[in-house]
């Protein structure tokens, strides 16, 4: 049984920085890799970032050049490095790993706000 969980999500002002964390319990086997989605009120989840098994990585253009997402070895625990944060920014980040199936986590609340 796998469970991921995220953390790290908070309410910050424009401009500022966050470093949401997930992290897997349980083997997940084969790999494929892990990522963030996140989804505001009324609106689809969407993809924020990826990093698949082999390295390659993938942003949202929203979040290009200001969103870094990496992971520690072993694959059970990843990093979202979120800054420049803007208003619409707000979501709930939700986590995920890719294997045989997808997992998710039950979502982080950031709340950019003055």
């Known amino acids: 049984q796998v469970e991921v969980v995220e953390s790290g999500g908070d309410l910050v002002q424009p401009g500022g920085t966050l470093r949401l964390s997930c992290k897997a319990s349980?083997?997940?086997?084969?790999?494929?890799?892990m990522g963030w989605y996140r989804q505001s009120p009324g609106t689809q989840r969407a993809l924020v970032a990826e990093v698949k098994a082999d390295g390659l990585t993938k942003y949202a253009d929203a979040v290009k050049g200001r969103f870094t997402i990496s992971r520690l070895d072993g694959f059970t625990t990843g990093y979202l490095e979120m800054s420049d944060l803007k208003e619409e920014d707000t979501a709930v980040y939700y986590c995920?790993?890719?294997?045989?199936?997808?997992?998710w986590g039950q979502g982080t609340q950031v709340t950019v706000s003055s």
């Open positions: 349980g083997k997940i086997s084969p790999y494929y890799g």
């Open positions: 995920y790993y890719k294997s045989s199936r997808t997992y």
